[in-house]
């Protein structure tokens, strides 16, 4: 029989913080875009970012989405949703 991996590698860390790891990553695609091509551009991927987080903490278990999971699930989602509305906003308001 095989034994089971440490719990304490990077592979490990990486498999329990999915959704984080996932997101961080579309954050530094978000982050490229805005300094490569436009920067209203990164903000209304940001914005769909963040519901599309809000989104995941809504429906998945505390297990699943890791450190997302900061507060009860209702403030979390409310608060995604409100940094979503509020940049989603800012990127469309012109001269700011």
């Known amino acids: 029989m095989r034994e089971p991996g440490s719990p304490f590698t990077l ?3 990486l ?3 999915a959704v984080l790891t996932t997101a961080l990553a579309a954050l530094a695609g978000v982050v490229g ?18 519901v599309v987080l809000a989104g995941l903490r809504a429906v ?3 297990r699943a989405v890791g450190a997302l999971a ?3 699930r209702g403030f979390d989602v409310a608060v995604l949703l409100g940094l979503a509305l509020t940049i989603g906003v800012l ?4 001269n700011l």
Not at 36 to 41: C, I, K, Q, W
Not at 91 to 94: H, L, V
């Open 33 to 50: 875009i805005g300094v490569l091509v436009s920067a209203p551009l990164a903000g209304v991927l940001l914005a769909a970012l963040l």
């Open 15 to 17: 498999r329990r913080q």
């Open 11 to 13: 592979a490990a860390a």
């Open 70 to 72: 900061v507060r009860s």
């Open 60 to 62: 998945l278990p505390v």
């Open 91 to 94: 990127t469309g308001s012109p």
